[in-house]
């Protein structure tokens, strides 16, 4: 039997951690604890992601925040998924980016996507998408940015099925080979790559914030000061 090579397709995971803590019943501060969460994500992303069955388990990752100290209450991640294309010098050519699992949609009127920067022409532009109405894609088009608002191109140069988590960019012509940088929510916090796929966390865009429990050091006179995690900034 021939072994067949796979090439990984890697999904990356920004992570925003939040958790809440008692000072009350731990010996470290916060920032102790706070590194001591780092290097449980770097385990995490070490231990059980990076491989061809590593499923990210919203529930089980936090369980394992949780467990660092006994000072830590509870915690909450917001994640986003990332991926990175280098489009080709000249264009005629059609690019596939394939996230791991499907898509977000927050509303119709909202895009799915944001991009980082890249030039056309000397001019910075950026990717968005909009419904297609009556079809369940929709259409990627090229943004500028100009005097505080997004400026949308004249037609589409691609398309997104957000159930498949796939969007497709025809005929990019950039000015040069440097990577863009695609970011979008994800449908489900379990995050379940496919066959080649792989799922990393980027920790150098991991951030952790924690704050103390307001009510669990002051009782429900610290509820006024108590902040629940929003799930979206």
């Known amino acids: 039997i021939t072994p067949e090579f796979i090439?990984?397709?890697?999904?990356?995971?920004?992570?925003?951690?939040?958790f809440k803590y008692n000072p009350k019943i731990t010996s470290r501060s916060l920032s102790q604890i706070n590194n001591l969460i780092r290097t449980e994500v770097e385990n995490y992303?070490?231990?059980?992601?990076?491989?061809?069955?590593?499923?990210?388990?919203?529930?089980?990752?936090?369980?394992?925040?949780d467990e660092v100290d006994p000072g830590v209450l509870n915690s909450f991640v917001r994640i986003y998924l990332q991926k990175t294309f280098t489009p080709i010098?000249?264009?005629?050519?059609?690019?596939?980016?394939?996230?791991?699992?499907?898509?977000?949609?927050?509303?119709?009127?909202?895009?799915?996507?944001?991009?980082?920067?890249?030039n056309i022409?000397?001019?910075?532009?950026?990717?968005?998408?909009?419904?297609?109405?009556?079809s369940g894609l929709r259409d990627v088009y090229l943004y500028t940015y100009d005097s505080g608002s997004f400026v949308k191109g004249s037609s589409p140069i691609g398309y997104l099925d957000s159930r498949k988590g796939v969007v497709t960019i025809n005929n990019l012509v950039s000015d040069n080979l440097s990577p863009i940088k695609i970011t979008?929510?994800?449908?489900?916090y379990n995050i379940a790559p496919l066959r080649n796929q792989l799922v990393d966390i980027d920790l150098t865009q991991l951030t952790i914030d924690g704050e103390v429990d307001t009510i669990a050091t002051a009782g429900s006179s610290g509820a006024n000061e108590y902040n629940t995690f929003p799930r979206f900034k």
């Not at 090439?7 to 939040?18: A, C, I, S, V």
């Not at 992601?49 to 499923?55: A, H, Y």
């Not at 927050?106 to 944001?114: G, L, N, Q, W, Y």
């Not at 979008?184 to 489900?188: G, R, V, Y």
């Open 7 to 18: 090439n990984p397709d890697y999904t990356r995971l920004k992570l925003e951690l939040f």
């Open 45 to 65: 992303n070490n231990d059980v992601l990076n491989q061809f069955d590593g499923v990210f388990r919203y529930s089980n990752f936090l369980r394992r925040i």
């Open 89 to 118: 010098l000249g264009g005629n050519s059609t690019s596939e980016i394939n996230f791991a699992g499907s898509l977000y949609v927050p509303s119709e009127r909202e895009s799915i996507i944001t991009s980082s920067k890249f």
């Open 121 to 134: 022409g000397g001019i910075q532009r950026y990717f968005k998408d909009e419904i297609i109405q009556g």
């Open 184 to 188: 979008a929510l994800p449908n489900s």
